[in-house]
């Protein structure tokens, strides 16, 4: 069983920069695969950035070039760096870790695990 615990969110001025770091407990994470989603107000969970267990990445067109995906396994931690923020970036950001890559964008309702989110808010 793993558990996934988020951090790093809060109110950000548009333009601005946040890391989210996702520390995970309870299993060999480094045999996890692990993502990033996020759900704004009114909105279905929508898939980010996702990293295998070899650092192979993967990002949402609304991402690129200005969210980073990588991971520590020597921390069991995932972190986004998240730059150049925008309004509409303003979501719950969860964290996700599975065995399978391709659950992890293409599967998500399949996730293994998920975090508790953690909020992120970009001012205009």
């Known amino acids: 069983q793993v558990q996934l615990v988020e951090s790093g969110g809060g109110l950000v001025q548009a333009g601005g920069s946040l890391r989210l770091s996702c520390a995970a407990s309870?299993?060999?994470?480094?045999?996890?695969?692990a993502g990033w989603f996020r759900q704004a107000p009114g909105k279905e969970r929508e898939f980010v950035a996702r990293?295998?267990?070899?650092?192979?990445?993967d990002y949402a067109d609304s991402a690129k070039g200005r969210f980073t995906i990588s991971r520590d396994n020597a921390k069991n931690t995932v972190y986004l760096q998240m730059n150049s923020l925008k309004p509409e970036d303003t979501a719950v950001y969860y964290c996700?870790?599975?065995?399978?890559?391709?659950?992890?964008?293409?599967?998500?309702?399949?996730?293994?695990?998920w975090g508790q989110g953690t909020q992120v808010t970009v001012s205009s």
């Open positions: 309870g299993g060999a994470f480094s045999s996890y695969h």
């Open positions: 996700a870790a599975d065995l399978l890559f391709y659950h992890i964008r293409t599967n998500p309702r399949s996730v293994d695990y």
């Open positions: 990293i295998s267990r070899s650092d192979d990445t």
